[in-house]
């Protein structure tokens, strides 16, 4: 009889833990809002597109500029631009050494197209009143030429080039272009940054930014769903299976013994 009392409280309670392990407390994560999150946008294969193919052609366009400026710098003992320079700081190297290095680089930044899934995805964002800034390894004077051509890039609240003319040279992934970002939106706690580079990514992250690595528009998407950010418009069909509650078929399972055996037990008297 004692024995059957020590099973009357020690299979129910051990049925009542599979039960309760089932709810496990999860560290809420954050709410994203326009008052205390703001975007930071790559423009370089993330907002705008180089094809292959164009780059391509434009080379074999140029390639006799390329030969010849790599030639004339080793003969004549004229130092190229420093590495790291941005494309103004060789525009203006060749005005003054070789003019035809202006109409090829020219070529290339004329050839960067709106990658437009991309554009979607800032449209949403937009939409939802969250700032965006632009954080970019581009010089001042060529993306003043791209925001001139793409007209969203005025509904961008404020953003950072890079001052080819400055010395050193401060772009990504230095910290100190980080923080001269970090200065554009002081107050704000979520800094969300995007960029195709894995090196900037994880710089940006070191200085307190959320980072995402751009690959494709649909992933950036992916991302901000499960960030709760925008709501996904496509869901994916799903196939009408669910998975089998291990745990509370165990637990059913030790009451039904546990009621069998009192049973049983008591049947016996």
């Known amino acids: 009889m004692n024995k059957l009392i020590k099973n009357l409280f020690l299979i129910p309670l051990l049925a009542l833990s599979f039960l309760s392990s089932t709810n496990v407390i999860q560290a809420e994560s954050p709410i994203y809002t326009p008052q205390n999150s703001a975007f930071f946008f790559d423009v370089d294969d993330v907002i705008l597109d180089k094809s292959s193919w164009t780059i391509f052609g434009i080379m074999l366009k140029h390639y006799r500029t390329a030969i010849t400026v790599w030639w004339n710098a080793k003969q004549f003992d004229n130092p190229l631009p420093q590495k790291g320079a941005t494309a103004e700081a060789w525009k203006e190297w060749g005005r003054n050494n070789y003019p035809a290095l202006e109409e090829f680089i020219n070529d290339i930044q004329q050839s960067k197209t709106p990658n437009m899934e991309t554009i979607a ?16 390894n581009m010089g001042t004077d060529e993306f003043a030429e791209h925001k001139k051509k793409n007209r969203f890039f005025e509904r961008f609240k404020a953003g950072k080039t890079v001052n080819y003319k400055a010395q050193p040279i401060i772009k990504k992934p230095n910290p100190k272009y980080f923080a001269e970002l970090t200065e554009l939106a002081p107050n704000i706690e979520y800094k969300i940054f995007i960029d195709d580079k894995l090196k900037n990514v994880e710089a940006a992250r070191q200085a307190g930014f959320i980072g995402i690595h751009f690959t494709t528009a649909e992933q950036l998407e992916a991302d901000l769903i499960g960030m709760g950010i925008v709501v996904n418009e496509h869901p994916k069909k799903e196939k009408s299976t669910r998975k089998i509650p291990y745990k509370q078929l165990i637990a059913l399972g030790l009451l039904f013994f546990f009621f069998k055996n009192l049973h049983n037990r008591y049947a016996s008297y």
Request: proline share 0%; net charge negative; hydrophobic share 45%.
């Open 121 to 136: 995805i800032v449209e949403k964002l937009l939409d939802k009143e969250f700032d965006l800034y632009e954080a970019t």
